[in-house]
């Protein structure tokens, strides 16, 4: 069964989502994700969609899902990597991601996680 | 229509051309009041020319069909005209005069040439219908090449509008000019983000010192490049905001809560400088006496 991975750096959680999200994918991830974090005491994670073309409403509610989960976890969410188009998208969607914290790319996200642990 | 009418009709403008010419170029000339030797022989050419192609259409097929594969020159030359005319800037009655003023000379001639009063107003009609549908596909051109020139401006105006500058490293501003509208919004926000990647700064200022009335709808549209440019990783700063705006903003009960907003483009500068950890102060005290001596 495909899996997206979960790659751990320090202690924080990095996923990068480069194929096309369905729900299976989703409901696996969530799990996997929520394991991860409390097996590593992860204090972040970042979810890198730099490789997504298109993101819809299911994808947009999947990442709040998952920061809400991690925000009861203690772990703070990172969305790095949107695309031009696809933040115009979310936006006309109506769907601003309230709570979930952004950056331009992967290094910034980083930065931002650990400016917040400090 | 009938056969014959149509040939006739054909018939009696190509046996009368030059009369009807000049008598046509008299009354184009009366009606528009435009006196000039160049523009004079311009519509001398013109007018000979679009005869010729009118009474060849009128001679290739029995049914008048202006939309006709027959009618094509015809109709590329009104086209044509009409296109020039709408750039050199004459009105589109002017421009329609040049059909409508064929009329008179046409009818003149079906009066003396057909005798049966039957077959007269036949042809009367034909005529009618003929130089009507023409008049009015010359206004329609006219009306086609003033929209292109609009909309050619609309285009210009757009991109001219919505530049966005580099302040600082990681600090952009986006000084808006003129009212927001939803595609405006869409240019805007698409030069904004695409920068926010290109240069990757953390910051954008939005100024609007030159948006001359904010309401509801610019206010949303105002949130929603603010919440795109979130959602891309930067945040976003409003300056520029008039005392009236304030109060409108207020009154309209547009909740700005969640961004930053300040008064000058320069407030905001300060706070943007102060969020990336750089600072700008005047040069120390000392040189500053001896610049002053100096001078």
């Not at chain 1, 994670?45 to 709040?64: E, K, P, T, W």
């Not at chain 1, 998208?89 to 992967?106: I, K």
């Not at chain 2, 018939?11 to 523009?39: M, N, P, V």
């Not at chain 2, 705006?245 to 300040?262: E, N, P, R």
Request: hydrophobic content about 45%; some cysteine; aromatic content about 4%.
């Amino acid at each position: 069964m495909e899996r997206i991975p979960i790659l751990r750096m320090g202690r924080f959680l990095l996923v990068t989502i480069q194929v096309d999200m369905h729900d299976q994918l989703a409901l696996t991830l969530q799990d996997d994700l929520t394991q991860r974090i409390v097996s590593d005491r992860a204090k972040g994670v970042l979810i890198d969609i730099s490789s997504l073309d298109v993101v819809d409403s299911f994808i947009g509610r999947m990442i709040s899902n998952i920061a809400g989960m991690s925000r009861v976890l203690d772990a703070q969410t990172v969305v790095v990597g949107m695309r031009p188009a696809v933040a115009i998208t979310l936006v006309e969607l109506g769907l601003d991601l309230a709570g979930v914290r952004t950056a331009l790319n992967v290094e910034k996200g980083m930065a931002l996680l650990q400016g917040a642990q400090s | 229509m009938k056969a014959t009418q149509t040939s006739t009709l054909g018939s009696i403008i190509r046996k009368h051309e030059g009369e009807i010419l000049a008598d046509w170029l008299k009354a184009q000339s009366a009606s528009t009041g435009r006196r000039g030797q160049a523009q004079e022989t311009e519509q001398r050419a013109a007018s000979k020319e679009f005869l010729a192609a009118m009474t060849e259409a009128l001679g290739t097929e029995s049914e008048i069909d202006t939309r006709s594969a027959a009618w094509s020159r015809v109709r590329d030359m009104l086209t044509e005209l009409s296109a020039t005319r709408a750039r050199q800037g004459y009105s589109p009655s002017e421009t329609a005069t040049f059909v409508f003023s064929l009329k008179q000379p046409i009818f003149a001639r079906l009066r003396a040439d057909i005798a049966d009063v039957q077959a007269l107003a036949d042809a009367f009609w034909a005529t009618t219908l003929l130089l009507d549908s023409l008049g009015l596909m010359t206004t329609e051109a006219f009306q086609k090449s003033r929209e292109e020139v609009i909309s050619r401006q609309q285009r210009e105006l757009l991109e001219l509008s919505t530049p966005v500058v580099e302040l600082w490293e990681g600090i952009l501003a986006l000084p808006l000019i003129g009212t927001l509208d939803s595609s405006r919004t869409q240019v805007v926000m698409e030069s904004l983000l695409e920068k926010i990647v290109s240069s990757g700064a953390a910051l954008a200022i939005i100024d609007i010192t030159g948006v001359p009335t904010v309401d509801t709808l610019v206010a949303q549209h105002l949130m929603k490049t603010v919440a795109a440019a979130r959602l891309m990783g930067a945040d976003c700063i409003i300056s520029g905001i008039r005392p009236q705006i304030a109060q409108t903003i207020v009154h309209l009960g547009v909740d700005l809560s969640q961004v930053i907003t300040k008064s000058s483009l320069a407030d905001a500068f300060v706070v943007a400088l102060k969020r990336t950890g750089s600072r700008i102060e005047a040069r120390s005290a000392k040189a500053e006496p001896a610049a002053t001596t100096e001078a």
